[in-house]
């Protein structure tokens, strides 16, 4: 390929769409992003209008184009956020808004499923997963049980990154890492489960073709390229869910590294080379964006999101302090951590602010500063929060290791990874080093390009591929080590504990407005 040539990323998030264009030699030559707004309309609900996610993916594409207009595009790749219901009629209409990942109206209809597949260990047995409140297949049955004369009409059903699948192409189809999301995917054979779908009384007919990742899926239509200024006739690869296909971002396609990301959620991953049985369903075990591999993660629900809301509550005091340290940028809020020590003082910080999901499947986990004294200051209280998102994604590893799962390096992503003093936090308490890669700050778009490269033989394989994501920083384990190793162990026996403490304070009759 020449050197004006470039693969184009486009990745679906929650809040916007990345558009990004990667050149033969892995280099990220330009990047745009459009932004747009979820919808939250009743408590624990999130939608989107899926004709958002058109609007923003024009606008990143023409930004991202008109900053390297020279560039020829030679294939697309794509990537979004997982596990959202898009509902089609026969005439691909959208029927309603799209109902998020992060969603949580399907509790109920998740349970009678598990129980009408005869029970966790059944259906472990057949998808290797849990069916979770955020996955697709709970929310078509809850459709059907609460929007009957919309799912009457329903005969499609999509994730974000396929819609626009769709829009660009034409063609109803998905890949194994988005279709391992929706819970209704036997990862072991890499193909949809009619069991499961059986069961549920959900007609196979309404999800798509499934490719893997690395296949073209489709080309531009001629009225696509009129409508997003591109190419009539480009390949469109198959692509990744946005949790997946990012390891790849960082070079974590092979046993042996593992991946965080510490965004609003904190997520750890690592590539399997074949699909180990996930006894009580506490990991989540996905098809990898390689057809010989397989991705296994645990997704803890509080990481970049715990921090943000110690800002918010600090705002809170704002009238109370003389400078607001809520004010403050991120950089200078590591700086007020680091004058704290190891282990905060003593301090241990749960995370659990919004329940969790791994280890602890459990929506009643609640959050707690344990061992807080008259002699804390607000850095020993900002350290704590850092080192409890830590030991969270730490508590994660010891799931995996129990597994067999072992690993010596972590690549690190996500905001939270932008923090020299949070990734050193991280190779202490881990124990390994840590190393950051070009091109794993752009997220889903990155690795999407990278897949989409392999899809049209512009490198031969996966591995090759994420070869191409260069270290740029190496932090190793400190003297710290041994601090954070004691103070692990005590943050392990903090849920067990606690659990039953948490399901009591759950109950309704401590957060209503009116109390007798």
Request: hydrophobic content about 40%.
């Amino acid at each position: 390929m020449a050197a004006d040539t470039a693969i184009l990323g486009i990745d679906i998030g929650t809040s916007g769409c990345k558009a990004l264009l990667l050149d033969p030699a892995g280099t990220v030559l330009a990047t745009h992003t459009a932004t747009y707004d979820a919808s939250a309309p009743r408590p624990g609900w999130s939608e989107q209008d899926p004709e958002d996610w058109i609007t923003g993916a024009r606008a990143a594409i023409s930004g991202v184009l008109a900053k390297r207009p020279a560039t020829e595009v030679v294939a697309i790749g794509l990537s979004g956020q997982m596990h959202g219901l898009t509902p089609l009629d026969e005439a691909h209409r959208v029927l309603r808004p799209a109902i998020l990942w992060n969603d949580q109206r399907t509790a109920v209809e998740c349970a009678e499923m598990t129980e009408a597949v005869g029970g966790l260990p059944a259906l472990l047995a057949e998808t290797n997963n849990r069916m979770l409140p955020g996955y697709t297949g709970g929310k078509i049955v809850w459709m059907r049980k609460h929007e009957p004369e919309l799912y009457s009409r329903l005969r499609h059903v999509l994730n974000p990154k396929d819609y626009l699948r769709l829009r660009l192409t034409g063609e109803l189809a998905t890949e194994v890492s988005d279709a391992s999301g929706t819970g209704l995917f036997d990862v072991r054979r890499r193909a949809w489960s009619q069991t499961v779908m059986e069961a549920a009384c959900i007609d196979p007919a309404m999800l798509p073709a499934c490719h893997e990742s690395q296949e073209v899926s489709g080309r531009v239509s001629a009225s696509a390229a009129a409508f997003f200024g591109l190419p009539a006739g480009l390949p469109v690869v198959g692509g990744g869910g946005d949790s997946v296909i990012q390891t790849i971002g960082s070079g974590v396609i092979d046993p042996g590294d593992l991946q965080t990301t510490v965004g609003t959620a904190g997520i750890l991953a690592c590539a399997l080379d074949a699909p180990r049985d996930n006894p009580d369903g506490r990991l989540q075990v996905f098809c990898n964006v390689a057809p010989d591999r397989w991705h296994c993660m645990g997704v803890s629900l509080n990481a970049g999101g715990a921090l943000a809301w110690l800002r918010r509550l600090a705002q809170g005091f704002g009238d109370l302090t003389e400078n607001g340290w809520h004010d403050i940028p991120f950089d200078r809020l590591m700086e007020r951590a680091a004058a704290s020590t190891a282990g905060s003082r003593g301090l241990i910080f749960l995370p659990y602010l919004n329940g969790e999901r791994c280890p602890y499947p459990d929506p009643d986990a609640r959050g707690a500063f344990l061992g807080l004294t008259a002699r804390h200051g607000e850095s020993d209280v900002i350290r704590s929060v850092l080192e409890g998102v830590v030991f969270a994604l730490r508590d994660i590893y010891a799931l995996m290791a129990e597994a067999g799962i072992a690993a010596d390096c972590i690549r690190a992503s996500g905001g939270g990874a932008a923090s020299p003093f949070w990734r050193q936090i991280q190779a202490d308490v881990f124990g390994c080093d840590v190393v950051t890669t070009e091109g794993a700050a752009e997220g889903g778009a990155f690795g999407a390009a990278i897949v989409a490269g392999v899809g049209v033989g512009i490198w031969p394989d996966a591995s090759i591929a994420a070869s191409h994501c260069r270290p740029v920083s190496r932090q190793s384990p400190s003297k710290q080590r041994g601090v954070y190793a004691e103070m692990f162990g005590i943050y392990r026996t903090l849920y067990p504990t606690l659990q039953g403490t948490f399901g009591r304070l759950a109950d309704p009759i401590f957060d209503t407005e009116e109390q007798a």
